[in-house]
């Protein structure tokens, strides 16, 4: 069965300092992976998609198929960064559903 | 970009009665959206995929006599939480799928249902 795991409920880092949200995954085919945020009080928005292989916000994700990770990286968090970060993983031959991570609070303190 | 919306934005209803959610993508067309129910501090559970112009697909565990979904149009989906109870209080997000934006989904505000 897919899962996707978040082991940090919260993340607490200084802002400057660099960001690593960890997501790891299982799924038996091809995945694709997302980052979605949820700014307070904000409904939930896509980050980045692994297959795009863009840098958002300054934000970035690799993944590796070996070690079934999906992490997201930031070199330098800013305070606006602050919020819920869901990973997410669709099942292609499922119509495209979406199973989420528990997410992780990233919280970019002064 | 793409918006959804949601119809009620919160909801409170005595236990036993009926209460409708909708959710509309306003400026494209969605053949397929999704509810999601969300408990507090928890991640998102998908309940149903919702196809335009057929039924439901419930995930395991869901009772879809219990929340009905009509996917009428292309631009509205509703949720029908029937008979609700306390333990439906939750929040309900809806998602809808672009087809041209490339398997993105883009997501409503929620609706936080509370059953008296």
């Known amino acids: 069965a897919q899962r996707v795991t978040q082991p940090e409920k919260l993340l607490s880092v200084f802002k400057g300092a660099p960001v690593e949200l960890k997501c790891n995954y299982s799924y038996s085919g091809s995945p694709e992976l997302f980052w979605y945020v949820q700014y307070s009080r904000q409904r939930l928005q896509l980050l980045l998609r692994h297959i795009s292989r863009e840098s958002i916000k300054g934000f970035t994700a690799d993944l590796n198929k070996g070690e079934t990770s999906f992490h997201l990286k930031k070199p330098f968090a800013q305070e606006e960064d602050s919020a819920m970060y869901y990973c997410a993983l669709s099942h292609t031959g499922g119509g495209n559903k979406l199973t989420f991570g528990t997410g992780t609070q990233l919280k970019v303190e002064l | 970009g793409a918006v959804v919306s949601q119809h009620p934005s919160w909801v409170i209803c005595k236990s036993g009665t009926s209460v409708k959610i909708e959710c509309r993508s306003l400026?494209?067309?969605?053949?397929?959206m999704f509810w999601y129910r969300q408990f507090p501090k928890q991640s998102l559970m998908l309940m149903a995929t919702?196809?335009?112009?057929?039924?439901?697909?419930?995930e395991q565990g869901v009772e879809k006599d219990k929340f009905l979904i009509n996917h009428a149009s292309l631009t509205l989906s509703t949720l029908t939480v029937t008979s609700a109870h306390p333990e439906d209080s939750s929040f309900y997000i809806c998602?809808?799928?672009?087809?041209?934006?490339?398997?993105?989904?883009?997501f409503g505000p929620g609706t936080r249902l509370t059953v008296l």
């Open positions: 919702s196809n335009e112009g057929s039924k439901a697909t419930y």
């Open positions: 400026d494209f067309q969605a053949t397929t």
């Open positions: 998602s809808a799928r672009d087809s041209v934006s490339y398997n993105e989904q883009f």
